[in-house]
DNA sequence: CTGTTAGCGCCTTCAT
DNA sequence: ATGAAGGCGCTAACAG
């Protein structure tokens, strides 16, 4: 493996001239440097970015902590992140968490340790530990879709409550008394904003909450399909669900058909999260999309404005818009009398 | 931000000391190991992989460049890579080529800048240049998903032929005869190898070969749907097709759809590659299932027994095998009299 | 069981 | 426009 010495030497030349000419930085004249490319290219040097790294504390790299890479929503959003980092000439490395606590801490120490300069990520749990510890370091923090209790953080998310609101009012107004909410873990500020959305809806129309139609649970298809035979055995059934994410909504539909209802017809589904249009064919989920792709761009161009320096003021809470589409899981309750289709070929 | 020496002056020991608790190495004194714990904890000492993995030569990191993050089969085959580095105490940086040569190679140089262990990689192109160069500058090397025509790398892939064959054969058994085929870019073996058992398929079946049938493009959902739409212009058309991915199977349905013809009724599509459980509800592709998961995780564990570096004999070449799933998108052509069903309401 | 010396490959500082 | 010396933070090799 040649060093900056062996290019020197081949070259003529002392090694800090080289480094300039690797960097652009100071004055070369052009012969020189065409020489010291030459002896690059003949060397076939690649530079050491540790030794550049340890020498002058930067590394361009950052890090990005998802709790599931496995998630549309995460995958995108992790493109968006990655498509301009790799613009602006750095590398992300990937962590997935799972929402564990100990793992987090287990994945930011590792990334602290390889001096990342900055650092995006979806906080499992709820403290701030993560974000002093990674401003401990020296090292730049962005939160991406939840909310952390602090006002002292950048912040790229979409609102949960109005959007919750929304999509509960819809069910409202199509007739629906009883609806249940799948939500996520307690703790987990999407989890309890979607919650909240959910309640506000419901008592601005007047309708009793009732706890027993309320479901914590994870952000996974598994427990969405746990979570909705649990509320199916609720009696008199809901007639609707409302379901915090992608994932959980996928689980509580396979729930409905394996109890041979109808979704509409017997069961309304309502979801925050879409699911990518390059992945479904007929759109079916009424649904809020965030915009996931968006989301990621956008904080890993507010984390390297960061880390360029320049005076930014103070952090910034940004809120992206969702969307709010209407599609056929939803419908009017069943009447009383026909409280259950007959079944038929399920979609 | 506290260094060894920091510990060791703080700790009243030598660094090298401090060096042997961090790492476990050699014989400390229990006393004198929890004093140095003691100052690691009271400054909040987090070692510097940087200055480090220049001392040792080796970052515990690795390089995965894929084409696409965004498609759910490398989606869940980075989360199986992820995992099995995360256990073994490796950090991964994501990269995404979008079949770029020049990307690519943008990315390796990026990462041995950056002095990764080792690298695995689904290759845009067919040349061994990558690998080579990766050799070169002493890291190891996985190819995943296809194969290089050289048998000096290890390689972790499914069968693309003989699966396509069976998938094309499938049709043909069901009376199909004018069957189109929808292909990755020329030049990528996965492409090719699916091009190929499909000829196979066909030869064998005693069907001529019409190259107007055979259609080349990108694994993206819009070149799915542009292909599926010229192929469904040649006349008479295609009672059936084949796409090689399920990025262009998504495409293609869109497009057919769109043409307002039934899937299976008037047009039967059989694909490479599932979409996975996670996301779809009632899955509809007649399909080969790769194993993604696994073969990210195969492949991680196969780099990291490389890096450990105990004598591993030849390279290896591990076929893992894939799963042919019969479902509602194929089925016997439409009769010649009623070449297409009345429209109905689309499922 | 612990310490000293030296150097990994690069760049900052100060000279020339 | 170019170079020499020194050090970033760590550990290998060798002492003791």
Same mark, same amino acid.
């Given at each position: ?36 490319? +030459? ?8 530079? %050491?970015?540790?030794?550049? &790294? ?16 496995? %998630? ?23 962590? %997935? ?20 300069? &900055? ?32 006002? =002292? ?21 199509? &007739? ?9 873990? *307690? ?36 427990? &969405?399909?746990?979570?909705? =035979? ?56 009424? +649904? ?27 952090? *910034? ?14 419908? +009017? ?15």
């Amino acid at each position: 493996m040649p060093t900056i010495q062996d290019v020197a030497k081949r070259a003529g030349v002392a090694p800090i001239t080289v480094s300039r000419v690797l960097n652009h930085t100071g004055y070369i004249r052009e012969e020189t440097r065409q020489k010291v490319e +030459a002896a690059i290219a003949e060397l076939g040097y690649v530079p %050491n970015s540790l030794a550049r &790294g340890l020498r002058i504390k930067q590394t361009k790299t950052i890090g990005l902590v998802l709790t599931d890479i496995t %998630n549309p929503f995460f995958t995108i959003l992790a493109r968006g992140v990655e498509d301009v980092a790799s613009q602006a000439g750095f590398n992300v490395f990937l962590c %997935n968490t799972d929402e564990s606590e100990s793992k987090q801490m287990g994945y930011l120490t590792a990334l602290l340790q390889k001096r990342v300069d &900055g650092i995006l990520m979806v906080p499992a749990g709820s403290t701030t530990v993560p974000v002093d510890l990674i401003r401990d370091h020296g090292a730049e923090v962005v939160v991406i879709d939840r909310r952390l209790p602090t006002s =002292q953080v950048d912040v790229i998310r979409c609102e949960s409550i109005d959007s919750s609101y929304r999509l509960v009012s819809h069910l409202l107004e199509l &007739g629906h008394v009883r609806i249940t909410i799948l939500t996520g873990p *307690r703790g987990v500020s999407t989890a309890e904003d979607r919650l909240s959305g959910y309640k506000a809806a419901l008592v601005d129309a007047g309708v009793e909450i009732d706890d027993a139609l309320i479901h914590y649970g994870r952000f996974t298809q598994e427990s &969405g399909y746990e979570m909705a =035979q649990k509320a199916m055995r609720y009696l008199p059934m809901p007639t609707a669900m409302f379901t915090a994410n992608n994932f959980i909504a996928i689980g509580a539909v396979k729930a409905v058909q394996e109890a041979g209802l109808q979704i509409p017809e017997d069961i309304s589904i309502v979801t925050f999260d879409d699911l990518p249009n390059s992945l479904v064919i007929n759109p079916f989920f009424t +649904a809020i999309r965030q915009p996931s792709y968006e989301m990621g761009h956008s904080a890993a161009e507010l984390l390297l404005a960061r880390l360029s320096g320049g005076e930014m003021g103070p952090y *910034r809470e940004i809120i992206l818009p969702t969307e709010f589409l209407v599609r056929a899981s939803s419908a +009017a309750p069943p009447t009383s009398k026909s409280q259950f289709t007959r079944k038929r070929a399920t979609r």
